[in-house]
C-alpha cells in the first residue's frame, strides 16, 4: 500500500553550510518558515544541563536589529503565528504568516542566526523564567516529576537520563560566557536547516533565502554527537513520592530502538493496538471493561537514540500497584504470544493512514515533517519510503517485534505512591 499523497520539494546548501529545503504548496496563501537547529538536551554534558531549552528563550529576546519582544511583534501584526520548542533531540523556531510576508520571516530568523545580542539581564531574566516554566509544568504537577524519575532509571547513558528542562543548579551556574560558547557552536548555519512550505515559486524563495542568510558567517559545525547507550541488562524498579497526587500511578517502559530502525514501524502498530482510545486492547480493558485503571496512555516515543515504549496508568481507588502491573505485562506478552487479530491490524492501519494524512495537511505539519528528515537523515525526501513501509507491516512482524521488544530485562517500572502530606 502507497499513500496517495506527494510533497515535492527541494533541498539546497549555501556557501555558509545552511541546509535550505523548499517545498511549494500552490493555491495556500500562507507560508511556513520553519528553522531546526541540530542541538537538544542530549547534547548536554553533565554540569551543564537545560542550555538547549534556555536559548529557546534567549533566542526570542532580541538581536541586533530587532528588539526585546519585537520578534511577537512584527509576526503578530502581519496576521502571523509562531513559536519554538526543545526535545532530547533537537530545537526548532518557526512562523506562520501570508505568503507574501516571506520576506519578515526570513529577516527574523537570520537576524538572530547572525548576531543575537546576549546580555547578563537577559540571561538573569530567562533563567528566572524557565525555574517558573519548571515549577509550573513539572514540580506543581500530578505525576509530572516521575517522567523524569522514569526516563533516569531506564537509560544508562547521560544524555537521555537527565530532563530537557535541565537542572536548576546547572542554570545557576550558567555564565554569560557560557551562554556565548553554546551559540557559537550550536547556532551555527551549518548546524541547521531551514525549511519553507507555502504558496511560493521555489526559484525565488531560493533567492530570498540566500539573500537573507548570505550576511550569515559560517562557523563550522559541532562533530557528529553519538549516544552510546548499553544494551538493557535487567529489569529495574524505582518509587517515588509525589506531593500532588490523589491516586497511586505506574510507569511501565520498555527501552527499544532507534527512530527509523526496521522494528520502530511495527512498534507505531502496537501502540495503536494497545492503547489508542476504547479502541486499544489494553485501555480497553483496564479502563473500560475491568474498570482497574481511570486512565492509561501507551505511547512509542521515537528518539535518534534509544526510544521508549511507555505506558503510563493512574489507578482507581484501592487498585494496587502490583496488579496494574501484571495487567500491562500480560498485554505486551499477549501480543507477542498471539499477535494483533486481523481486525484489530486494519484499524491500526487505518490510524497511521489517518495520522499520516494530518501531518501533511498544513504548511507548519509539512515543515515539521520535512525538517525532521531534512536534519536527521540528510534526505527530506525520506518520509514518503517510511510512510509505505509503515503501511505495509503485517501482522507476523508486530507479534515478531513484540516478542523482540517486550522481554524482563528491557521493561523499567517506577511506582508513584501519594505522598502522605497530599
Known sequence: MKPGFDIPCETRTLPNGLTVVVAPQPGLPVVTVDVTYDVGSRVEPEGKTGFAHLFEHLMFEGSENVGKGEHFRLVA??????????????????????AECLDLALFLEADRMRALVLTQQ???????????????????????SSFETADALAYDAFPYRHPVIGSMDDLDRATLDDA??????????????????????????????????APVAPR??????HVEEPE???????????????????????KTVPRRHPDSFALLYAEKILG???????????VKDEEKALSLSIHFDERRGPSLFRAFCIARPGVPHALLEREIREGFARLADEGPAPAEMERARRMLAADMVRSTQTTQAVAFLLSEYGLYDRDAGLWRPDFERILAVDRESVRDVARRTFTDGRISVVEVHPAEAA
Open 220 to 225: 563550522g559545525r559541532p562533530s557528529p554527537f
Open 232 to 254: 538493557p541488562r535487567g529489569e529495574r524498579r524505582a518509587r517515588t513520592e509525589d506531593l500532588h497526587a490523589a491516586l497511586p500511578a505506574l510507569h511501565v517502559n520498555v
Open 276 to 286: 489508542a482510545g476504547e479502541s486499544g486492547t489494553l485501555w480497553r480493558r483496564l
Open 77 to 98: 501584526e502581519a496576521g502571523g503565528t509562531m513559536n519554538g520548542t526543545t526535545s532530547e533531540d533537537r530545537t526548532n523556531y518557526f512562523e506562520t504568516l501570508p
Open 180 to 213: 556565548r560558547d553554546f551559540y557559537q557552536r550550536f547556532y551555527a548555519p551549518g548546524n541547521a536547516l531551514l525549511c519553507v512550505v507555502g504558496d511560493v515559486d521555489p526559484d525565488d524563495a531560493f533567492g530570498r533565502v540566500s539573500a537573507a542568510f
Open 122 to 144: 537577559k540571561l538573569d531574566n530567562q533563567r528566572e523564567a524557565v525555574k517558573e516554566e519548571k515549577r509550573l509544568r513539572v514540580d506543581n504537577q500530578p505525576y509530572a
